[in-house]
């Protein structure tokens, strides 16, 4: 049920974008987290907060509406943390002091970061998620493929966040919608931004770690960086599964 839910919310999203004129660049909108008007300003609002200004290591999601966050994270002089798109290894690292901020698409980090493994990372001073649709409560959906939880969950075991990390989002105002179904593994927000305004959400209980019951095996066996670090650290997961 909550699964059918979060998609109508999707599709509903992605439908007002496209009707609306309100989307950027890539389109259709559809099955990605949309790139909208006015994400430069939503970007630069969010780079006024404290939590942003005080934050030595971010972490940014590569989708196209948080390519401005990016740039500004570099320009900031601060290092960015960037995943491979799919959660397929790696992630990249990038050092504002030592970087051109206009490396901030994926095409140019991946050509001018440097790859590190999840392990070595210092720890997390604020995490930035792309969304599809959120509430003023801090509830969150994305495309549907749960990479942000993954990672989330992935950084919270290895103790590279906690829960004073802040997660915060860019996002339209046509994509603050009344009620999204939260499930024990969702990834909830302490901040969304919009192009107008800035919400504080009332600090919200965070998921501590991999929920691995909620894991399916297909997710796993497409996801070969998810599957070794499940064979390193939860290699209980597989008694019972097929897996090669």
Known sequence: ????????????VWKTLEENNLASFPRPVYGRIPNFKGSYKAAERLSTLEVFKNSSLVKVN??????????????????????TP???GEFYLLDGKE??????TIKAIASHGERVKIENIDKVD???????????????????????ELEY???????????????????HEVQIVDKIPRE??????????????????????????????????EKVEETPFLKEYLKRYHPNYFHGKVSS
């Open 86 to 88: 799919r959660l397929k």
């Open 126 to 148: 604020l995490i930035v998620v792309g969304s599809v649709a959120v509430t003023i409560n801090g509830d969150r959906i994305g495309k549907g493929e749960g990479y942000s």
């Open 62 to 83: 590569p989708d196209s509406p948080q390519t401005k966050v990016r740039e500004l994270v570099l320009r900031a002089k601060k290092k960015l943390l960037v995943p």
């Open 99 to 104: 970087t051109d901020p206009r490396n901030s």
């Open 184 to 217: 024990p593994f969702d990834l909830t927000l302490d901040v969304i931004a919009t192009p107008e305004r800035t919400l504080a959400v009332t600090k919200t209980k965070k998921p501590e770690g991999l929920l691995l019951e909620y894991l399916k095996p």
């Open 153 to 171: 969950a992935i950084l919270r075991e290895l103790r590279k966040v906690d829960e004073r990390t802040p997660v915060v989002t860019t996002v």
């Open 1 to 12: 049920m909550e699964k059918e839910e979060k998609q109508r919310i999707r599709e509903k």
